[in-house]
């Protein structure tokens, strides 16, 4: 039987092997676009500030940065600024050197011109290498985070979400700023220690200079100090800051900003640091600094700001960056604190040799009662700081008084130290007897024609003496004040300086302008020579004996009219013995006084300050010159010509160099003898009663200057005239400063004579023949005669 045949098995299939790539290419696809919208979303809620407050746009477009106020010399360069925590003054892009902004990039951001705010490529280096290879700030996220973040904690999450706030304000940035304006906003905005706020206080900080003016290697080292000016300060680790600006230049060579042997020569010098503090207490000007200070907070009282929205309408002169410009001369101002300070520190030496205590029981006061000394340092006591802050912290009398006779450690000023201080244990009472031994000074010196003051010193040092002579302080103005008598005489009853008077004792009866008692003035030597002499005699001697007889004449009002006129504020009695000059008067006002004089007769206001703009430029004070005519030309004529008079032949000689060499025992106080001036100059000396106050009152057709040296206290005085009197104590310094003044041409002082008015009527050469009224009459008809 056949069989059937058999079926054969189909071969099995090999089973297909899956595609795994698939879900991976899902997954990375899924993870790619969750990381993208994840940073979206971050740095989304970063601008929604989720993580905290963002800068609007408005603040974005107008940072809100403190300015210090900038004042300027007359010359246009930088007096000082006032700030409060931010020394800060902006510069412009144009004013920034081009090897600073390439060391700034070289150093921080060498793809700055080439990104939008953020460096993908460093972003990428710092995340793969950890911040090993260097950071990924760029500098616009440096100046964000400089602008607009607050410090962020250690917490790791909160620092991340400050960087996402850097990265997204970074952005707006690069919006709304040019990269040279960030480039400009960064370095006016950063500190770099040592109250530098900005490149341009650090410039001047550090090396003195502009920063216009910075060499390569001194903007290596700021641009170092960017990373961490605490740590790399010049001042502070010298060493670490040299070497961090050797990278720098290394830097810039790397990236051919200079060339490897520029780089090696550079490196090679030593970090030469110009180191200039800038504080409201050092430095030239610091007593005009303090009036100025006193004159702006007045201003702006008187001018609000413009109101913008959500503004403060008034002025800030600490925070809104205002322009001050003065009439102050930074040469001339250097000149008259260098004779202060020469002048003063060997009349004070002069004067501690007098007052020991054994040649004088009361020193430092002269001619006191135990009881009149108490009542000097209890009244000093009491408007002391140290009362007054007691006081305020609700201290009892008895133990506020209980304190100034506690030893304390202070530092004081001393003459003999080159820094003018030294540190001691002494009670707090016994530092105000110590204070009261120093003899002060004030001294101002301006231009009559334009009444713009050149120099102003209020002291020996602001530190210590914070009281200012030139306007605070009021003192009796001795003879200074009979050129205001002499001027109302020849005003009112047309004299001449050379009419004559009788020098013999003279009494004024006490009821001819109501005085309590006759007044009867003697000479300072209280001898009358009974001769007759000239005005010009007589003024150039501070006769007193002729100075009454002219107030009597002329009447005490209009003195007292005259002195008014000449911008004397204080109100001055109507009475005789003003004629010596018993009411007392600053220095400001005298030397405004006499700028009449030397400007033919009219007053012009003493002016400080020219002009006054905000931070853009735009004008908001503009001096407007204060002039009157106070007397005719040929008085002041006259004036003038008897006030030469002092100096040739009177008080005021030792000015020339025709006089004998000064007596050996005045070579210790008269600094810099011999003066030899040949030029024409008038002036006065001025000494007050028992030599309290010395002046003098100089004066050259440009420039008129007064000086006044005295104690603390009228009973801080010399013993004698021969070192109490005004030519002694004042004149010096007058003289060293006006020599020091005429070595230097540039400032153009004169040494012309002053200007004769064409129709001089007032005789002033007494050795020619006075012509009369009748001859002068018959001379002009004669000449009426004849044709020309």
């Not at 700030?137 to 607050?150: D, G, R, V």
């Not at 925070?319 to 202060?340: C, F, R, S």
């Not at 030469?644 to 810099?672: D, M």
Request: charged content about 25%.
């Amino acid at each position: 039987m056949a069989t059937a045949p058999t079926k054969k098995k189909a071969p099995r299939k090999k089973p297909q092997k899956k595609n795994n790539f698939k879900p991976i290419i899902k997954w990375f696809w899924i993870l790619f676009f969750s990381g993208v919208f994840s940073a979206f979303l971050f740095f989304q809620l970063a601008a929604w500030e989720v993580f905290g407050p963002m800068p609007t746009f408005e603040h974005i477009e107008h940072p809100q940065t403190n300015l210090a106020s900038e004042v300027f010399y007359a010359d246009g360069s930088t007096m000082n600024k006032f700030y409060l925590d931010d020394n800060r003054t902006p510069v412009n892009f144009e004013d920034l050197p081009q090897n600073l902004i390439d060391a700034l990039i070289a150093s921080e951001d060498i793809r700055y011109f080439d990104h939008s705010g953020i460096d993908a490529r460093g972003t990428l280096r710092a995340f793969v290498f950890l911040g090993g290879r260097g950071g990924a700030s760029t500098i616009t996220q440096q100046l964000a985070k400089l602008l607009f973040t607050e410090r962020a904690s250690r917490n790791k999450l909160d620092r991340i979400a400050q960087k996402a706030k850097e990265w997204v304000i970074a952005t707006r940035l690069e919006r709304n700023y040019t990269k040279e304006e960030i480039i400009k906003m960064y370095l006016n905005q950063y500190d770099f220690g040592n109250n530098a706020d900005g490149i341009r206080s650090a410039a001047r900080i550090y090396f003195g200079k502009e920063p216009k003016d910075l060499k390569v290697e001194e903007s290596a080292v700021l641009v170092g100090m960017l990373q961490n000016s605490s740590y790399f300060n010049p001042i502070r680790r010298p060493e670490k800051t040299e070497n961090k600006r050797n990278i720098v230049l290394g830097q810039m060579a790397k990236f051919e900003y200079i060339t490897e042997q520029e780089k090696d020569s550079l490196q090679a010098l030593k970090m030469d640091i110009n180191y200039h503090p800038e504080s409201h207490r050092d430095g030239l000007a610091t007593y005009f600094r303090m009036y100025l200070q006193r004159f702006m907070n007045g201003w702006i009282k008187k001018n609000p700001r413009p109101a913008l929205e959500g503004d403060r309408d008034k002025w800030n002169l600490y925070l809104d960056g205002l322009k001050i410009y003065t009439t102050i001369d930074p040469k001339m101002q250097a000149n008259a604190e260098a004779a202060v300070q020469a002048h003063m520190k060997r009349l004070q030496a002069e004067f501690f040799v007098q007052n020991t205590k054994k040649r004088n029981p009361t020193a430092p006061f002269l001619d006191l009662e135990k009881e009149e000394i108490n009542t000097i340092l209890e009244r000093a006591m009491k408007v002391s700081d140290r009362w007054r802050v007691m006081k305020n912290q609700g201290k009892s009398e008895k133990v506020i008084r209980a304190s100034f006779t506690e030893p304390t450690e202070m530092t004081v000023f001393d003459w003999n130290s080159d820094t003018q201080e030294k540190d001691t244990v002494m009670t707090p009472l016994d530092s105000i007897r110590y204070y009261k031994y120093f003899l002060r000074t004030g001294m101002m010196s301006m231009e009559p024609q334009t009444g713009h003051v050149k120099a102003w010193v209020g002291g020996v040092n602001y530190k210590h003496f914070q009281y200012d002579n030139v306007i605070q302080g009021a003192r009796q103005a001795g003879s200074t004040f009979k050129p205001l008598v002499y001027a109302a005489a020849i005003d009112q009853l047309r004299l001449s300086p050379c009419d004559t008077r009788i020098d013999n004792q003279y009494c004024i009866e006490k009821e001819k302008y109501g005085n309590p008692e006759s007044w009867c003035p003697k000479n300072s030597d209280g001898k009358y020579s009974g001769e007759l002499m000239t005005l010009k005699n007589a003024l150039a001697n501070s006769v007193n004996t002729v100075t009454a007889q002219l107030i009597d004449e002329v009447g005490p009002a209009p003195v007292a009219q005259m002195a008014k006129n000449l911008g004397i504020t204080r109100e001055i009695p109507e009475v005789p013995s003003i004629a010596l000059g018993t009411p007392d008067m600053n220095v400001y006002e005298m030397v405004g006084a006499y700028g009449a004089f030397a400007n033919q007769g009219v007053y012009v206001k003493p002016v400080m300050v020219t002009r006054i703009e905000d931070k853009n430029g735009t004008v908001l004070y503009e001096y407007v010159p204060e002039t009157r005519d106070v007397m005719s030309k040929e008085v002041a004529y006259a004036m003038v010509n008897l006030m030469e008079g002092v100096t040739r032949g009177g008080s005021g000689t030792r000015l020339r160099t025709n006089v004998a060499k000064p007596p050996v025992e005045y070579k210790e106080i008269i600094t810099g003898y011999p003066y030899q001036f040949k030029n024409p100059i008038a002036g006065k000396t001025g000494t007050t009663q028992n030599q309290s106050d010395g002046w003098f009152m100089g004066m050259v057709p440009n420039l008129v200057t007064g000086v006044w040296v005295g104690g603390d206290d009228r009973a801080v005085r010399f013993r004698s005239i021969r070192y109490g009197q005004g030519a002694s104590m004042a004149l010096p310094i007058w003289a060293m400063y006006m020599k020091a003044n005429y070595e230097d041409p540039d400032l153009g002082i004169s040494q012309e004579a002053f200007e004769e008015p064409e129709d001089q009527s007032i005789r002033v050469d007494c050795n020619k023949p006075e012509v009369s009224e009748e001859e002068q009459i018959d001379t002009d008809d004669d000449l009426e005669e004849i044709e020309f």
